[in-house]
T-cell receptor
Framework: AQSVTQLDSQVPVFEEAPVELRCNYS??????LFWYVQYPNQGLQLLLK??????LVKGINGFEAEFNKSQTSFHLRKPSVHISDTAEYFC????????????FGTGTRLTVIP | DSGVTQTPKHLITATGQRVTLRCSPR?????VYWYQQSLDQGLQFLIH???????AKGNILERFSAQQFPDLHSELNLSSLELGDSALYFC????????????FGQGTRLTVV
């Protein structure tokens, strides 16, 4: 099975400052990697995904993430955050073969301070 | 709007009761996944259906069951409800069973009193 660790449960950051949300995973098989965002009282929206190829992936709303296989990490970054980025962010993995449901981390609450 | 529709949005029911949550996947999607989001357990996978057949089970209680119908909509049945079943239940759909991109509905918030 797979597991995901999001090291920071809460990250406060000032508006227009850069941010990094950390994600590490564990798996005995090859995986796909995802970041989802959840705004209050809403469902999960896909920010970006890594399937294969370039380890730097760009997503929506100016976010990007880098897959590091040796460190089993998939950290999410944004160079300049906006108030509207305040939300819960979930890192997730799924196996490339077999049962391919998503395994989620516990989430990181990003709060952007004006 | 993800294209995945879940009904109802909110449900309040008493312990011991049975409820049915409904999910309509995006047009053309054959896979439906059910997830439970609770404060103490986070987001957990319950069950996956592909084109009407069960493909994988996660941490789904025996009191819970699901099915996917020929028109590809899915229902999650929760019975003998307990206070601890209170949670947000999400449905997600994807085109195939490979889950390279799953689209989530807005969820059904279940409150058991």
């Amino acid at each position: 099975a797979q597991s995901v660790t999001q090291l920071d449960s809460q990250v406060p950051v000032f508006e227009e400052a850069p941010v990094e949300l950390r994600c590490n995973y564990s798996s005995s098989v090859s995986v796909y990697l995802f970041w989802y965002v959840q705004y209050p009282n809403q469902g999960l929206q896909l920010l970006l995904k890594y399937l294969s190829g370039s380890t730097l992936v760009k997503g929506i709303n100016g976010f990007e993430a880098e897959f590091n296989k040796s460190q089993t990490s998939f950290h999410l970054r944004k160079p300049s955050v906006h108030i509207s980025d305040t939300a819960e962010y979930f890192c997730a993995v799924s196996a490339q073969t077999g049962a391919n449901n998503l395994f989620f981390g516990t989430g990181t609450r990003l709060t952007v301070i004006p | 709007d993800s294209g995945v529709t879940q009904t109802p949005k909110h449900l309040i029911t008493a312990t011991g009761q049975r409820v049915t949550l409904r999910c309509s996947p995006r047009s053309g999607d054959l896979s439906v996944y059910w997830y439970q989001q609770s404060l103490d357990q986070g987001l957990q996978f319950l069950i996956h259906y592909y084109n009407g057949e069960e493909r994988a089970k996660g941490n789904i209680l025996e009191r819970f069951s699901a099915q996917q119908f020929p028109d590809l909509h899915s229902e999650l049945n929760l019975s003998s409800l307990e206070l601890g079943d209170s949670a947000l239940y999400f449905c997600a759909s994807s085109v195939d069973a490979g889950n390279t991109e799953a689209f989530f509905g807005q969820g059904t918030r279940l409150t058991v009193v």
